[in-house]
């Protein structure tokens, strides 16, 4: 059983996340391929190591046991695929793409760490979601960070941070904004194609908010763009706002050149994933970066 170690990840997740549910999302697989693999132990062993509960799960004595070894064994495989890198030390580029909110406002707090486990250089493709995948099935990047579920046969996708959509603005506005505020102000809006304009188109549906009747300013295709002239807007008329990932205006609103308000009764969230080829799951370089990512619970 120890040469297949991916099952006593498995296992190590399911106790980590407390529940099967939890761990099959952050592994990337069903939920009854981790029942499958945790039974797979269990008869390997001839013995019982976890039990359900409703408020999740117990491990048995000889779970507590295996749950020991299994860390340290997973401890001594994370020290050898450091020497390993050092070994192999040859010179290339790791290629990573990311969409636009996070590539433009996450990844480059961790590119330098990223390379400094990798130990070479680590350039970055920011594109659409549709787009950034495209280029993982093409083999142009070596890994993938989206914030739309484009989900394809081949690649791996694991869960990774949440992100919250909020609505802000040049100006103070009201904390709570009710379905009516929404035509007080001048918008500008992200394009059609961008995965946060559907995600609110959706959550305005259910409002019952008709954007065709606000007075749209302009629509762009860059979050960056979107910030950009929402700081630089005219602030003697009405309020000029968006709706955008926290992460990309996260500076400006804790300097406040930027306010923030929500939706009453809504919350606009979403997942943020990391994708990577099938054909590379024991590449130890792509193995490093996600595993350090994945290290990251909170940005």
Not at 286 to 292: C, K, P, R
Request: hydrophobic content about 40%.
């Amino acid at each position: 059983m120890l040469k297949d170690f991916a099952k006593i990840q498995t296992f190590l997740m399911v106790i980590k996340e407390k529940s099967f549910s939890k761990a099959s999302a952050k592994l990337g697989i069903s939920q009854p391929a981790v029942t499958q693999q945790i039974k797979y132990i269990e008869d390997y062993l001839d013995t019982k190591i976890v039990e359900r509960k409703k408020n999740g799960i117990l491990l048995t004595k000889e779970g507590e046991d295996l749950f020991r070894i299994a860390t340290k064994l997973e401890r001594a495989i994370a020290n050898s695929e450091k020497e390993l890198l050092k070994i192999i030390n040859k010179e290339f580029t790791f290629i990573m793409g990311s969409s636009f909110a996070i590539g433009n406002y996450v990844l480059p707090n961790y590119l330098s760490e990223i390379k400094k486990r990798i130990n070479n250089e680590v350039y970055m493709n920011v594109a659409l979601s549709a787009e950034i995948i495209d280029q993982l099935e093409d083999k142009k990047i070596d890994v993938a960070l989206i914030e739309s579920p484009i989900f394809r046969d081949g690649i791996i996708y694991r869960e990774w941070v949440e992100d919250e959509l909020v609505v802000f603005s040049n100006q103070p506005i009201q904390k709570q904004l009710k379905a009516q505020d929404l035509y007080n102000f001048d918008w500008i809006c992200r394009d059609e194609q961008s995965h946060t304009r559907k995600l609110t188109s959706d959550v305005f549906e259910e409002m019952g908010v008709q954007c065709t009747s606000f007075n749209v300013l302009g629509v762009l295709a860059s979050p960056t763009a979107i910030k950009e002239s929402i700081l630089h807007a005219d602030k003697s008329g009405k309020p000029v706002v968006s709706i955008m990932s926290r992460h990309v205006i996260k500076n400006e609103l804790e300097n406040g050149t930027l306010f923030e308000a929500k939706l009453k009764n809504y919350k606009i969230e979403r997942k943020f994933y990391i994708a990577y080829s099938k054909e590379r799951k024991h590449d130890a370089f792509v193995e490093s970066v996600v595993s350090y990512l994945l290290s990251l619970n909170k940005i």
